[in-house]
């Protein structure tokens, strides 16, 4: 005697009158009580909504590890770095931290003056910071580049602000250029930072803390480059990891 198919149902749970939405999806029995989902009739036994559990009947896993580690099922895009593991956003990170340090250094120093010796060490470690902030953002901007010409159309709002992020953080290694120039001219003479180096730094660490915000803008607002934007498999519920290549939820048991 042929067994009837189960079927199932795919729920969508969300929390009311909460912001950012907490949500949540749910694959149930086409045969279950709504009182056995939302609990109304009983307090006294966990609910599908109130308490989800594993397929074991256990606690739910806190922690996933593998599938933000590994690099397997990702795809290589070149300078572009991996699907899901861009080489360009950390890649900025540096020259970003760098030029905002670098000109809380240099105006320490200046503030400090010549009578000080930290004031003195200050300036030189406002320089270091400067070029390592200046080298690294020479890669920033070759993997920035690439990024934009794979990955948007012209036309779009994605590549008018892609355009003026780009415009902004040149304008900003043009500028940090010339600043490690003028330090290493009189990194031996100086006893403090120089008061237009002070001012170049400044401008520097604010038109790169504005290029940032259309970065993050490009990433958080228009998911820019993100593989999971929209309804992903990991925010559905689920004891079972979604690892790289995997965009699809399992298929619900017959």
């Known amino acids: ?134 080298a690294v953002s020479v890669f920033a901007a070759l993997t920035g580049f690439w990024d934009a010409l794979r990955s948007s159309e012209a036309g779009t709002q994605a590549r008018r602000t892609i355009n003026t992020h780009a415009t902004i953080m040149i304008t900003v290694t043009v500028l940090a250029l010339a600043d490690v120039v003028w330090r290493l001219n009189g990194y031996h003479t100086e006893a403090v930072t120089p008061v237009g180096i002070v001012v170049l730094s400044v401008i520097i660490a604010m038109l790169v803390s504005v290029g940032a915000t259309f970065g993050g803008t490009l990433v958080f607002d228009y998911g820019f480059n993100v593989e999971t934007a929209g309804d992903s498999p990991v925010w559905h519920n689920s004891e079972t990891d979604v690892l790289p290549g995997q965009h699809d939820d399992t298929e619900p048991p017959a």
Not at 7 to 13: D, E, I, P, S, Y
Not at 17 to 41: F, M, N, T, Y
Not at 81 to 109: C, E, N, Q, R
């Open 1 to 134: 005697m042929a067994t009837q198919a189960r079927t199932v149902h795919r729920l969508k749970v969300m929390l009311r009158q909460v912001k950012p939405p907490v949500w949540r999806r749910i694959e149930v029995a086409s045969s279950i009580k709504l009182s056995e989902l939302s609990g109304h009739e009983s307090q006294t036994e966990p609910t599908t909504i109130h308490h989800p559990v594993d397929r074991q009947g256990g606690m739910m896993r806190k922690f996933s590890i593998r599938p933000t580690l590994t690099l397997k099922g990702r795809t290589f895009k070149g300078l572009r770095g991996w699907s899901g593991k861009p080489l360009h956003p950390p890649l900025t990170d540096i020259p970003i931290a760098a030029y905002i340090l670098a000109a809380v250094f240099d105006v320490i120093s200046a503030i400090g003056g010549k009578d000080r010796t930290w004031a003195r060490e200050l300036w030189h470690a406002g320089t270091y910071t400067f070029i390592a902030g200046a």
